[in-house]
C-alpha cells in the first residue's frame, strides 16, 4: 500500500529488498532506490523516478532465506525507462508470484502462497564488469570465496549465457581459471544490448588482483553483516564496486552427482526421477527431470523442467541438445543419478561445471 525508501526496508518489504537494506544501513554500497508493497498510487512511483535506467525486481517474502532462495522463480526486468516502462515493470514482477512455476516452488517448500510480492526499483548500475561471489564454496563447503566474473553487466554470469572467470581466494592463496567470455550485455541509449566481446579480451581475466581483494573483503564484509555465508551478486563501474543483491547460501557440500555439462546457467528446483513415458505425468513445472536418457518423445517435458539430469548420454545426445536449444541447464552421463538423487529433493544442477548439489545455491 506504500513505496518504502530501500534502506528502510524492513521484513515486510520482502527478503530481498529487506537484506540490502541492512546492508546499506551497515555503511556497504548498494545502489539506492525504492520498495514498492502492495498495491500503490502509479504517481507516488513516478515521482520517485530519476529519468535514469532502472532495475526492477521482486522481493517475495521468504525469497533470499536461509531456506529458500528462490532462484528464477520470480520476475526481474532491466533496463526500464520512463514512467511507463518501469510501470509495466513492477506490474509485471509483482504478478509473478502467481505463475505456475512459482507457486509450484512454494508449494514443494511448505511455503504460504502469495498474490503480489514486494518490487524493488533501484538505478541500474552500467556495470563494465560484473557477477557472483561466495564467501564460501558452494561445491564443496570450504573456507574460501569463489568469484566468478564477466564483461558488461552480471545477467551473463547468473543467466549462464558466458563462461565466466572464476577466482578462488583460501588459505592456500589465489587460483584463476579464465573462462571463455564470448559476448557481453549492456546498458545503452536505446537499452540493453548484447555484442561480441573483443577477441583480445575474451581470453584474459577481466578482474585486476586489487579488484578481486576489494570483491572479497565486501563480501566477507556481507557475511559478517549476516552472519552466515553469503551469496553476493556485484558490478564494477569505474573504479566503484556495487552490491546489487546478498542472500544466504542455502546449501553447501560435495556434489550429488556429477556428468557432462551440457547447458547454460544453473537452475534448482525438486528432483523428479521418471523412468518411462508413463510416469510423465508426475512432471509439473519447475522440477529437475532425472531419467536414464531421453528421445524425441521426451521433448514436451523441456518446456516444463528447470533443468535436465540424465544416466547416458554426450554433448550430442538428444538430452544435451534440446536442453541447450530451451537455455535450460543439463548434465547428462550422471551414471548413478537414478540411484544417488531423492525423488522431491531439492537440488541445483550447474550446466557449466557438470555437478547437481542438494539444495539451492542460486
Not at 579464465?178 to 573483443?198: E, H, I, M, N, Y
Not at 536418457?293 to 540424465?310: E, I, Q, S
Not at 544416466?311 to 537455455?327: C, D, K, M, P, T
Request: one cysteine or more; a negative charge.
Amino acid at each position: 500500500m506504500t513505496v518504502v525508501p530501500l534502506v528502510d526496508a524492513g521484513p515486510e518489504c520482502g527478503g530481498k529488498a529487506h537484506a540490502l537494506a541492512v546492508l546499506m544501513r551497515a555503511g556497504l554500497p548498494v545502489p539506492d532506490g525504492f520498495v514498492v508493497v502492495g498495491p500503490t498510487d502509479p504517481e507516488e512511483i513516478v515521482g520517485r523516478l530519476r529519468g535514469t535506467a532502472v532495475a526492477v525486481r521482486s522481493s517475495g517474502l521468504a525469497e533470499d532465506s536461509a531456506a529458500a532462495s528462490f532462484a528464477g522463480q520470480l520476475e526481474t526486468v532491466l533496463g526500464a525507462r520512463g514512467p511507463a516502462e518501469v510501470l509495466a515493470a513492477v506490474r509485471r514482477c509483482a504478478a509473478s508470484a502467481g505463475t505456475d512455476r512459482a507457486r509450484g516452488y512454494r508449494a514443494h517448500l511448505g511455503l504460504a502462497d502469495e498474490a503480489d510480492v514486494p518490487v524493488i526499483v533501484q538505478e541500474l548500475i552500467p556495470a563494465d564488469r560484473a557477477g557472483a561471489l561466495f564467501t564460501r564454496d558452494p561445491r564443496t563447503g570450504a573456507d574460501a570465496v569463489v568469484v566468478n566474473a564477466s564483461w558488461g553487466l552480471g545477467e551473463s554470469v547468473v543467466s549462464g549465457v558466458v563462461v565466466p572467470d572464476e577466482v578462488v581466494v583460501s588459505a592456500a592463496g589465489v587460483r584463476v581459471v579464465v573462462g571463455s567470455k564470448q559476448t557481453r550485455l549492456d546498458l545503452r541509449a536505446q537499452g540493453l544490448v548484447r555484442t561480441p566481446v573483443p577477441a583480445p579480451d575474451r581470453n584474459r581475466p577481466c578482474l585486476a588482483p586489487d579488484e578481486v581483494d576489494r570483491l572479497v573483503a565486501l563480501g566477507r564484509r556481507c557475511a559478517e553483516v549476516a552472519s552466515r555465508p553469503q551469496d553476493v551478486e556485484w558490478a564494477i563501474d569505474g573504479d566503484r564496486i556495487w552490491l546489487l543483491q546478498s542472500r544466504p547460501i542455502t546449501a553447501f557440500g560435495p556434489p550429488l552427482a556429477t556428468g557432462v555439462p551440457s547447458g547454460s546457467g544453473r537452475a534448482t528446483g525438486p528432483a523428479r526421477l521418471v523412468r518411462s513415458v508413463d510416469e510423465f505425468a508426475r512432471v509439473r513445472p519447475g522440477d529437475v527431470l532425472v531419467c536414464r536418457a531421453t528421445d524425441p518423445t521426451w521433448t514436451p517435458l523441456f518446456r516444463l523442467v528447470a533443468a535436465v539430469v540424465t544416466e547416458s548420454g554426450g554433448v550430442l545426445s538428444h538430452a544435451a541438445i534440446v536442453a541447450r536449444e530451451f537455455g535450460i541447464p543439463a548434465v547428462v552421463g550422471a551414471d548413478r543419478a537414478m540411484v544417488d538423487l531423492t525423488d522431491g529433493a531439492p537440488v541445483t544442477v550447474d550446466g557449466i561445471a557438470g555437478t547437481v548439489t542438494a539444495g539451492s545455491h542460486r
